[in-house]
Every structure is written in C-alpha cells, then in structure tokens.
C-alpha cells in the first residue's frame, strides 16, 4: 500500500501485498484433507525465511509459485516486480532480515521479520494459513524516531495542562491525551478522529502532528480537546490477519466511547461536545454525530463527500501528472490498477468477496460504500463547518464543491478552502507532494481560529441522556 499505510496516502512506495491467499508448495495441494490446525511457529519461520531468500534474490517466479490463484490474478508478475522496484528505489537493495516472530490469529499464523534495506528499517509481515500458504503479505517502513516538536506561536504555555486517559470501546483500551483549559469551566470539548491508517494520538506524518497542534492550540483558547492512539496503531500486530473489520470497528465505536468519555468528564459542559475527523474521520464525522445523537456540531478537515472510488481514481491520476517524481511514476501502473478494481466493484463489476484491494478486504469498502457523508450530514441536524486545503492532492477541491452543493440550503452549515494549504493543513507553495509531509511544519493558524470560533458560536445541544 502507502508509505503511511492509509487509504489517502496512495503513493505506494512499499511493496503491499494483503491479498486473499497465496498457494501452497505442490506437495502439500495433493492433500484433500482440511486442517483448520494453525501453522506451527516453527514451520512458520521456516517458510518466512525462504521467502526473505526469494526477495533477496528477486526470484518471482518461486514467490509466486506461493500463490493461489486469486492472488495471482491480483498480483500479476508484471505488476509484483514495479512494486519491488518502486521500493528499491526508496529504500535501496535488502541486505538482511533478522529471526521471525510468530503469532496467532484464529486459524492463521502470522509472522513478522525486521529487514534492514540499504536506506531504510522495514518490517516484513506475513501470514500464513494452516497448511504454509501465504495469506498476506506486508512490507512496512519501521517507525522512525518522531522530529522535535516546538509548539507553534498560537499555543500559549501555562494556558491548558494536560494528562494521559484511557479510551474503553468493548474489549479494546486505547491510551489517550486530554489537553483541558486551566479554570474552572465548564468548557466546550472536542474530540479529534483521525484519517485512514494506524495513526498515534497526533496523527504524526513526517514532520507534522497536526492533532497536537489542534489539540494544544484549542485549548489555548479555552476548549478542551481529548485525542487518542488508532485502534490498528495499538493493535496493529493483533488485527494483521483480521479480514472482516470494517469503519465500525476501526473508527466509529472508539470515536463514540471517546465523546462518552469526553462528556463524563468533570469540568467539561456535556451540551457542547464537538467531533473534530480528519480525511477519513471527517467522512465519518456526521455518521458518528448520528449515532451520538448529543453533539453539539461536527467539524470536518479534508473530508471526502464522493464515492471512495472516485476519491480513489483522482489520486491515481495524480500519480501520472508530468511534475510527478520518478518513484511515483514507477507506482503508477500499480495504483491505476487497483484504484480500476475499486471503481469495478463500487460499479457492481467486482471479483471475488474474498479479494483485497489497497490493502484492504472487499468487505470493507463495500461497507464504506455504503456510508453516504452528504446525507448523514444533512440529516445530523447540529452545526457543521466544512474546511478543505486548496492544495490537497489527496482529497480534493471536488470534494469540497460536493460539499457545499449537498449541504446547499442547510442551515447551520460554514465552509472554507484556504488557496495555500494542503492536506494536513500546513501552508505550501507549488504542487503538493508527500516530501511536503516530512518537513516540520503546523496545521496554519487560521484553522485554528477558525475551528475555535466555530466551537464557540455553535449553540449548545440537548442536555444528552447520562
């Protein structure tokens, strides 16, 4: 998939290759015999391996001798050695991977293996069905260490403090950071959904954390702000063979334990509680302002008003402008392919339900097919403010215009474009471009204030039920 691993991010500079499942070795395909028995640790890291060798040797044909049929179809030769080269030419040759950890999920085992690239740490991600074939296939730049971070002029020290809380949705614990206005209140709150991928509370991108800067500069002018770790950051590893997840479960029920947190809370005015998304939050944001029921208004940062599949192809297309880089353009052929199969399946042309597509199941975008924003906004009933970056390459002017022709006529509603800013909000010049991501930078003050006004203006909701 991504460098960031996120749906938004479609420059694939890593090989990502989640698909169904992949064959097994000859001998084991004579066999009529299910075994539902996980694959042993042993002859996990066994298999895990041989399939180091084969990239390091860039023998595709034994890889993909791997492959069942389905995953041969979604992954043609052709199109498995653009990936690899792509990466190659990001992170330079594979020099080595260290001894596999192994884990279970259900019936798969999965493995994991650091690799050491010439210019670049990644994870190698496997995982493997009971009888040794491969059912997924990741490689994922290890974290690096996060940029100093110096607080932009708008956060004002001495203004808010700040502790640690815990987001419960179900079974799930996930750490977060309240930034809370120093003074008795009670004061306004919001809660900050991420976009697409295993983001931390920050929503870290290269030298950006757009939700500290959100979180600490709001609280700087009286609004409390409450922002957490992803469920798939925290869980990543647990979650690797999970099939079946849909945006419910990878966002809508932790966003709402965190607005019941965040309304319980002591010193927090329960009638004004505000859900802030970003990318795939905001397109999730009025859905989750439905199921609440008590909000007070919804904010939405770069929000997607098309089909996926739409939002998909503009990206693709992005990739095979003439100013796009070299890498990209090796990324292409690749991301034109799957962002084709999208608008096949959301066009009802699909393949199989067990198929993936960017990293993720059939299942799942036919489930964010089915979550209409534009409708579950006019609906919500509550204050909406609708912000867009001019520059954004990755959810575009074509959304924002989606926006304000669906919500034409609905009271309540504020939308604004800002001509220099791009997806994360930080101010740019020229063509926006992942490289843009790994300067340090700050979402631009006038979001902030313009996010801050809105908060406050916005009338209280109903005194929601305890």
């Not at 419960?168 to 697409?196: I, W």
Request: aromatic share 6%; net charge neutral.
């Amino acid at each position: 998939m991504s460098k960031y691993l996120s749906i938004f991010f479609l420059l694939p500079l890593l090989l990502a290759v989640p698909g169904p499942l992949a064959a097994q070795a000859p001998e084991r395909m004579s066999s009529h015999v299910i075994d539902h028995t996980p694959l042993p640790a042993a002859a996990a890291a066994l298999e895990t391996r041989g399939i180091v060798e084969e990239l390091k040797a860039e023998d595709f044909k034994a890889l993909r001798s791997r492959f069942d049929e389905a995953m041969k179809n979604e992954l043609p030769d052709t199109r498995l050695r653009e990936s690899w080269a792509s990466l190659l030419v990001t992170a330079g040759k594979l020099k080595s991977c260290g001894e596999p950890r192994t884990s279970l999920a259900e019936e798969h085992t999965l493995a994991f293996a650091d690799c050491a690239f010439e210019r670049q740490e990644v994870e190698l991600k496997l995982t493997f069905h009971p009888d040794g074939r491969l059912a997924g296939m990741f490689l994922e730049p290890k974290a690096a260490p996060r940029p100093a971070w110096t607080a932009p002029a708008y956060v004002t020290a001495g203004a808010f403090r700040e502790r640690q809380v815990t987001i419960g949705s179900g079974l799930v614990s996930l750490p977060g950071t309240l930034a809370m206005p120093e003074g008795d209140g009670p004061f306004p709150g919001v809660v900050l959904v991420h976009g697409s991928g295993p983001h931390d509370r920050d929503e870290t991108i290269g030298g950006l954390r757009p939700f500290q800067d959100l979180a600490q500069g709001l609280a700087s002018r009286g609004i409390a702000v409450l922002r957490y770790e992803k469920r798939t950051k925290v869980y990543q590893e647990e979650l690797a063979g999970t099939r079946d997840m849909t945006v419910k479960e990878e966002v809508i029920d932790d966003a709402l334990a965190a607005v019941k947190l965040l309304r319980a809370t002591p010193g927090i005015d329960r009638r004004r509680v505000f859900v802030a998304g970003h990318s795939l939050g905001a397109f999730l944001a009025p859905r989750i302002g439905v199921l609440d029921g008590a909000l007070a208004g919804v904010v939405l940062l770069a929000g997607p008003s098309r089909p996926m599949s739409e939002v998909v192809q503009d990206q693709a297309q992005w990739l095979l402008a003439p100013e796009a880089s070299e890498v990209q353009r090796l990324a292409a052929p690749g991301v034109v392919a799957e962002a084709n199969a999208l608008a096949d399946l959301y066009a009802g042309r699909a393949g199989p339900a067990s198929g993936m597509i960017l990293g993720a199941s059939v299942s799942y975008w036919l489930d964010l097919k089915s979550q209409v924003p534009v409708a579950s906004a006019r609906s919500l009933g509550r204050p909406i403010l609708v912000l867009q970056g001019e520059r954004d390459y990755q959810v575009t002017m074509a959304d924002f215009a989606g926006w304000k022709k669906g919500l034409e006529g609905r009271a309540g509603v504020t939308l604004k474009s800002y001509p220099k800013l791009n997806h994360l909000f930080a101010s740019g010049e020229g063509r926006s471009s992942p490289a843009e991501y790994e300067k340090p930078g700050h979402v631009a003050p006038e979001v902030v204030e313009d996010v801050a006004a809105f908060v406050k203006k916005s009338p209280p909701a109903a005194v929601p039920a305890p």
